[in-house]
């Protein structure tokens, strides 16, 4: 009588041959969500300097922003009507107008990231852990 099926050692041999697939793949899996997190982090920033740049504008217009005031700090409260705040996340947006053009530079920090003083040229290296840390709501002040 001929019994069909796998052995134990064979059952084994397998699981441990997976396990070893898992233990590679698995840290692959997580060094690209650590990557795609400050990419979604940075990419919130942008938005966040996009919305600073729109109420500056508007602030233009308007004289709340001229020669004589060139400089402004919005923080995310002020930027509400531009911006959606995500819980845990701080910042200000420092913006200066000078000759006709204005200079944009960011403070912003989540429970995991933090950028301090940048502008839009703001690459996911320059993002760093935030450790506690929680960013300037006072233009760096």
């Known amino acids: 009588m001929k019994r069909k099926g796998f052995t134990l050692i064979e059952l084994l041999a397998v ?3 997976l396990a070893v697939i898992m233990l590679v793949a698995g840290q692959n899996v997580f060094g690209i969500m650590g990557k795609a997190e400050k990419g979604s982090f940075r990419n919130e ?13 508007f602030d233009i217009m308007n004289g709340n922003i001229s020669a004589s005031k060139n400089t402004k700090c919005y923080s995310m409260a002020d930027l ?7 819980d845990g996340y701080t910042g200000s947006v420092s913006v ?10 960011g403070w912003m920090s989540s429970s ?3 950028v301090e003083n940048q502008d839009d040229s703001l ?6 852990s935030s ?6 709501t ?4």
């Open 96 to 105: 200066t107008y000078s000759n006709g053009q204005y200079s944009i530079s």
């Open 123 to 128: 690459t996911t290296d320059n993002i760093s």
């Open 80 to 86: 509400s009507n531009y911006f959606e705040q995500k």
């Open 112 to 114: 995991k990231y933090i």
């Open 45 to 57: 920033f942008l938005s966040f300097l996009d919305s600073a740049a729109t109420a500056a504008q």
């Open 131 to 136: 450790e506690g840390k929680n960013a300037s």
């Open 138 to 141: 006072t233009c760096g002040k």
């Open 15 to 17: 699981i441990v041959i």
